[in-house]
């Protein structure tokens, strides 16, 4: 029996006991975080399926797992060998969570009417979602108070316990108290006396703290409970230095233990509370409530206004961006020249080529996610990462898809290369040049403020599209200051996304296009919204790229490009090499004149 099979056992035995017809296993932690501490690796653990998006469901007689189109190869690969099968969003014949489980009910005729979902790892929205779908395609019931987990998986990692770190002001440019101020003012906005702040990146922005209890992203576990006149920072209390607890009594924040959130929620008695209920877990929501002792506080649900606050670069963030960025530049290209002189590379020991050169920088704390490295037909999974027993040797020949990322103290980066190893199909040049203009599209695009990104989707798609290709992930996403290196609400996205575009907001231009089986192309660049103009019809803005680093020209079919796509490229290699130069060898500098066209 392979590990997989013995964890289902397990399972299912408990669910027997339980008397549940299946288990849903998503791929969050207590605060909804796309990037999650291992001990919330729940779904990994009982499926296998280590992507960063995903829900396992498991029956007593079935298995299925549920992910988006940057992981249909990688899922398939690691499914292999177990009973799940691979449901893949978004295609027409993949049922929905819920039309599954009624359907292996029904052909196996259980007798139980009861699902189990960890109400603790699962947002309020998708709880209730989870209670209609489920009872209108069978008339099943939802259990949340059960968290398998705490009694199958031996060996379960702790809860990370990483020291709290202030972060300087010179970088965050707004003082914990000030933001504080301005979140009970638009708290005051939406007629709401306080609010549970569960989103950890949400909670690192706001107390200007960070750490290293996630994966690549610099937050701390905790829960922040704001009212009118106190705050409380539910944490464990041994990531507490004695100079960031008196620095958080100087901010106005008390705190308490991670445990105890959910009796300061007992215990909170103003009028109403703010519960993001896309953020806010079903079962700490249910706390405020189900209340049965004191006032009756009522509960406003709304976004929760930190995460558009937070979106929104202040001039000190702004400057760290364009600071780390050129220490990114300098990294990459010192990395792609030594790319070109060396012949005897993997895709892993180019990844930790890179994270070493990068770690060189100054402010340099972590890479900002594992590095995507796909070599041929790897650059066709969308979210590949190598492992010793898919690494393979790089030739010189065919394209390599390489993107990557660091958190520096001053701000994090998201770049995606291109990079042509050596001869090349005319299919490939024909792709990648489709994928430049889309690209650039997005780059040359001018548009009103308040716009939502959904809008400019089809700029980066409307040349692929003539050709009958094109790609099921997001165009765009922001990044934060030394923090998530994908933060929202805002995006570009073919799925409606309603947050606005304003001027202060990074965001991400990286279309691509994946051919499985032989290669893949994706080229991306982390942007700045600043405006344009102002006319009669309101506020015009534009991009401005952060990303500095030269986009690779060989594969070009350049008679595809437009004469205005094609001076957007010259300017934009002018700039980079005016950017990077003057911090480069002089043989690493020569190398950046000719890729530049200088």
């Not at 989103?199 to 922005?205: E, F, P, R, T």
């Not at 050129?326 to 010192?334: F, Q, T």
């Not at 898809?401 to 291109?418: E, F």
Request: a negative charge.
């Amino acid at each position: 029996m392979n590990i997989i099979e013995q964890r289902l056992s397990d399972l299912r035995e408990l669910m027997l006991r339980e008397r549940l017809a299946a288990f849903i296993f998503p791929s969050t932690d207590p605060h909804q975080s796309e990037y999650v501490a291992d001990h919330w690796k729940g779904r990994e653990f009982i499926s296998g399926f280590n992507g960063s998006a995903g829900t396992a469901v498991v029956t007593m007689d079935a298995a299925a797992l549920w992910t988006d189109s940057r992981y249909f190869i990688a899922a398939a690969e690691q499914l292999k060998g177990t009973e799940f099968q691979l449901m893949k969003l978004k295609m027409p014949d993949t049922p929905t969570i819920a039309q599954w489980i009624n359907g292996q009910c029904t052909k196996n005729h259980v007798a139980s009417t009861e699902v189990g979902i960890d109400g603790m790892v699962s947002s309020t929205n998708e709880v209730r979602q989870l209670i209609c779908d489920i009872r209108r395609e069978g008339g099943l019931t939802l259990r949340t108070n059960l968290d398998p987990l705490r009694q199958i998986w031996r060996n379960r990692p702790p809860q990370p316990a990483s020291k709290a770190e202030i972060y300087p002001m010179e970088y965050a440019g707004e003082a914990a108290h000030d933001k504080l101020a301005r979140i009970r003012q638009a708290l005051r906005e939406l007629h709401a006396d306080g609010m549970l702040m569960a989103s950890l990146d949400d909670i690192a922005w706001t107390l200007n703290l960070r750490g290293k209890d996630v994966h690549c992203t610099p937050v701390l576990v905790s829960y922040l409970l704001i009212s009118p006149s106190s705050a409380t920072l539910f944490i464990d209390k041994q990531k507490l230095t004695p100079e960031v607890e008196a620095y958080l009594r100087q901010e106005g924040v008390g705190t308490d233990s991670y445990e105890k959130v959910a009796q300061g929620l007992k215990d909170y008695f103003e009028y109403n509370i703010l519960l993001d209920p896309d953020e806010v877990n079903y079962t700490l929501y249910n706390i405020i409530r189900n209340r049965e002792k004191g006032p009756k506080t009522a509960i406003v649900e709304a976004e929760s206004p930190v995460k558009r606050m937070k979106t929104i670069k202040n001039k000190e963030e702004i400057a760290g961006f364009h600071e780390a960025m050129l220490r990114d530049g300098i990294a990459m290209v010192k990395f792609l020249s030594w790319l070109e002189k060396e012949d005897t590379h993997t895709e892993i020991s180019i990844s930790e080529k890179l994270t070493s050169l990068r770690a060189e920088q100054p402010l340099f704390r972590d890479i900002s996610f594992d590095t995507i490295a796909g070599y041929g037909a790897h650059g066709a999974i969308v979210h590949y990462e190598a492992t010793p027993e898919t690494d393979i040797p790089l030739k010189p020949e065919g394209l390599l898809l390489l993107d990557s990322g660091a958190q520096y103290l001053d701000g994090t980066t998201d770049i995606t290369r291109t990079i042509a190893l050596g001869p090349l199909t005319e299919e490939m040049k024909r792709v990648y040049t489709l994928v430049l203009k889309g690209h650039i599209q997005i780059e040359l695009a001018k548009f009103p403020s308040g716009i939502s990104g959904t809008q400019l989707d089809v700029l980066a798609k409307q040349a692929m599209w003539r050709e009958g290709l094109s790609y099921l992930h997001g165009t765009g996403h922001g990044v934060g200051t030394y923090l998530n290196v994908h933060e929202g609400p805002h995006q570009i996205r073919m799925e409606w996304k309603p947050a606005p575009l304003v001027a202060g907001m990074t965001v991400t231009d990286e279309p691509g296009i994946y051919l499985e089986g032989r290669f893949g192309v994706r080229i991306e660049n982390t942007l700045l919204i600043v405006p344009y103009k102002t006319t009669e019809f309101g506020e015009f803005l534009q991009f401005e790229p952060l990303t500095l680093c030269p986009i690779d020209t060989a594969p070009i079919l350049m008679e595809m490009l437009s004469q205005e796509e094609l001076t957007w490229l010259n300017d934009y290699h002018r700039l980079v090499y005016e950017r990077l130069s003057p911090h480069l060898e002089a043989d690493e500098r020569e190398w950046l004149r000719v890729k530049c066209g200088m």
